[in-house]
């Protein structure tokens, strides 16, 4: 993990919300529906300067939807973002086009993320020839200097995706989100779709290039051993919710909630004297259509109370910077 001093605020969400409307094209236009799908419910954090965030949880709790709304790829129904002391979900297209070359993504699937009818150094000098005014001769070598930086040789530049191994093809989809040095990266579980022998080396690859670049980066994952070793901060949500957020060492050695204490216990333990609670959860998680009320966690919570089931917990700081939203912690406080 990367360890560094930060304090200079640089991304500030604020109340997030985000719905999905049940009905789909025409449909939605002559007859929208009722019924929502509450991806992304009122998440606020914040993140430094210069650090690494990592978002965990199960697939469907809304991280990914989260990352693209900061980004602006999906709008957001309701609150802030508040990207270096603007609010990108107030400004206009325009403007959030001029941001664009400061805010990159790196996508889960390094194959369906990339024209399969363009070839390497084409893919890699999209960004450079949208967001900047280089010769062709600058972009060239611009490709060429990304590629050398992700390793991977100039003799790749007229492959095409399918051409290529996965792991090469993540390491292309990173020097075009690299290539016109990004302020703001979202990586997007960029190593769930890569077999585990090439997942070291995309992780390693992604901390050099951030401690030679200095980025800031949001990482999305289900992987709390990725988290563990890349991320300074971790922010844990549950149905749309975060329901946990520490520094990376005291959310590991001291989890708060219990949800977070189950996720720990599924994976190989990095603190064997910690006794992780190891009962498994308890059905499946409930549909975001229509979310549990009180503590959306309540239904597969073993410490369910009656307070759970009718009034959500606020997110608190429990101890110095590590905030959670449990009933059982905000009692004791």
Known sequence: ???????????????????????????ARIRPSKQVVHAVCGV?????????????????????????????????????????????????????????????????????????YETVEKIV?????????YSKDKIREKVVEMLHAVGLGEELMNRYPHELSGGQRQRVAIARALSVNPKFVVADEPTSALDVSIQAQILNLIQDLQEKIRFTCLLITHDLSVVHYLSNRVGVMYLGKLVELARTEKLF?????????????????????????????????????????????????RYSMEICKKIEPKLINADRGHFVACHLINREK
């Open 44 to 116: 606020s954090f914040e993140i430094n300067e210069g650090e690494i965030f990592g978002l965990v949880g199960e697939t469907g709790s809304g991280k990914s939807t989260l990352g693209r709304c900061i980004l602006r790829l999906l709008e957001p129904t309701s609150g802030s973002i508040i990207y270096k002391g603007i609010d990108i979900t107030k400004i206009n297209n325009k403007k959030m086009r001029e941001l664009r070359r400061e805010m990159q993504i790196i996508f889960q699937d390094p194959y369906s993320s990339l024209n399969p």
């Open 125 to 133: 000098s999209r960004p450079l020839e949208i967001h900047t005014d």
């Open 1 to 27: 993990m990367i360890i560094l001093e930060v304090a200079k605020l640089f991304l500030e969400v604020k109340g997030l919300i985000k719905h999905f409307s049940i009905e789909k094209g025409f449909l």
């Open 253 to 301: 050695q001291d989890p708060l909630h219990p949800y977070t204490h189950i996720l720990l216990s599924s994976i190989p333990e990095p603190y064997p004297e910690k006794k992780f609670d190891t009962m498994p959860l308890k059905g499946d998680i409930p549909s975001p259509i229509n979310p549990p009320s009180g503590c959306r966690f309540h239904t597969r919570c």
